[in-house]
């Protein structure tokens, strides 16, 4: 059961944490940076259910937390909904585009399916950069008055911040259970031998759809939380190219397949991006600094941090995951 | 129309360059939008530098792209050939994200363009622009020599050997590495030689070549893999359709119907592509 591995309970102590440091004391820079942190933990966590677990590489995670930004702002702003019911929505609405994209998509194998991921990317773009109701280029803005159901604009943010980190615990909960659930199998044995698994009554379509499906969920809350914080979305920012590829390299940094690697992974990784996007030399070198690090991590340990500890300390398997 | 069978062709030659790489090699190659967006930027310098024609100036920033086609080779292909598809995915694509962090900390993600326009032919109340005819024409010479290459020649011959059978052809005494390494630069070349190609007819971004990669891709499949001859023939398909459309809807709406189109060739003829994952 999920609930004696010991890392159920690390991942609820580190969200409290999470929630707790930056309140004590009213610390608003600390909470910005937290934030950051949660986002990119809960996009990697989600893109490793299908990079890690089920072995197929999606280039175009962005797009669901960019549409969830839109779907969720749409709601929360012109239509006047709860922020959490618009979140929810949000993430319902994107899962099931998600699905449908799978059903068709994901007939493709392997590397075929990492380009229409691409493409995914591109086409939703292109098509909510041309989409009347949701300003199209220019985007939308969250009314000043959608602040006040939770409380005024300051602590509209702070429910926001609460929220994201339910998210992120969610997320790493979410990577938990379906690694030690009977579906989690199914997922790693196509991604050991999708042939294998099919014919071992393994229906890899059914199954492929349903993770990409699930991994669509929470970061479209994610996108609708952040962008309403935020108080706007445009299509160049909702839909961030690299930002989705940066994912990739946070998941490799800190192992693949494992959940505490990709949160270790994206919250080192967000640090160093915001350490060298501050810092006046490196700022536009963070790129190549990246790729770098991608290429040494493939090239030198494919097992990240995390399989490097594995490789250090055996026994230590049986607690981070 | 004739503007887009003209485009076609140098998206068939872009194409062309992925093609051959992932034919052979059975590597997708994610840093060839990175290397079309060098090659406009090649193209820029080199303009800039001697003020010559574009179209001879191609010559060197094929030379250049070959090169680098054999660095990027030692940096990030030689190690992944025999490993999962996903590593050799992930390898280019960090060479990628490296060229675009250069190139962006150089020339920023402004516009730049290549001024220089050869006078168009009137025919009736039409003008062709004689850029987008030379560019053509150049696209075409290209690819005819390429096909020659790899039909006449004995490094052209070695090549289609290693992507027929590679096993084979090592035991005939082909040394594949050398082989793999020569089609890799040859691919990157072509790459280097649309981007300096499109940089005469158009403004460019270092971030434009991602734009020409998802064209490549739908051009490759249409074409068949391995099959750089058909890129040509596809990618000016492709140019055709663009020009029959663009008319009637707006541009920015393109890329979802290249990418509509991508995915469903993908699974009506998925012939060798099945095929291939499961052997």
Known sequence: ?321 | MIDGLLIGSVYGLAAMGLSLIWGVMDVINLTHGAMIALGMFGMYLLFGATAGNPYLLLIPAIAAGFLLGIVVYWLSVHWVIDRPQLMSLLSTFAVNMMVIGIGTAIWSTSPYNVNFSLPGITVGEYTFTGNHMAAAGSAVVIALMLELFLRRTRAGKAIRAVSDNRDAAELMGISSTRVLMIAFAIGIALAAASGGLVSTLFPFTILSGAGYQLKSFVVTILAGLGKPFGALVAGILLGLLEGAVSPFIAVSWIPLIEFGLFVVVLILFPRGIFGRASA
């Open chain 1, 1 to 321: 059961m999920i609930v004696r591995r010991p890392l159920l309970w690390l991942i609820l102590v580190a969200a409290a944490l999470f929630a707790w440091l930056p309140w004590h004391g009213n610390n608003v820079a600390l909470r910005e940076d937290l934030i950051l942190v949660a986002v990119a933990i809960i996009l990697t966590s989600n893109l490793n259910l299908m990079i890690g677990y089920t072995g197929y590489v999606n280039f175009g995670h962005i797009v669901f937390y960019g549409l969830g930004g839109y779907v969720g702002l749409y709601f929360a702003t012109v239509l006047g909904w709860h922020l959490i019911v618009a979140a929810l929505t949000a993430g319902v609405v994107v899962s099931l585009l998600a699905l449908v994209f799978g059903l068709g998509i994901l007939r493709l194998r392997g590397a075929y399916f990492a380009l229409a991921t691409i493409g995914v990317l591109e086409a939703v773009q292109a098509f909510v950069s041309n989409f009347e109701p949701w300003g199209r280029s220019t985007g939308m803005y969250v009314a000043f008055g959608s602040y006040a159901p939770l409380g005024g604009p300051k602590r509209a943010l702070w429910i926001t911040y609460f929220l994201m980190i339910a998210v992120m615990a969610l997320s790493l909960i979410l990577s938990l259970g379906v690694k030690s659930s009977k579906f989690g199998l199914g997922l790693f044995a196509i991604r050991e031998d999708e042939d294998a698994a099919i014919v071992l009554g393994v229906n890899a379509t059914v199954y492929k759809a349903i993770i990409y499906s699930v991994s669509a969920f929470l970061p479209a809350v994610a996108g609708a939380l952040m962008f309403f914080k935020n108080g706007m979305i445009d299509p160049s920012i909702a839909f961030e190219y690299m930002l989705s590829l940066e994912g990739i390299v946070m998941l490799m940094l800190g192992g693949q397949g494992t959940v505490t690697g990709s949160a270790l992974g994206a919250g080192l990784y967000e640090r160093l991006r915001s350490y060298l996007l501050t810092s006046p030399r490196l700022s536009a070198f963070h790129l190549v600094i990246a790729g770098a690090l991608l290429l040494l991590v493939i090239r030198l340990a494919p097992g990240g941090l995390i399989g490097w500890v594995y490789r250090l300390v055996p026994r230590s398997r049986e607690v981070i995951e």
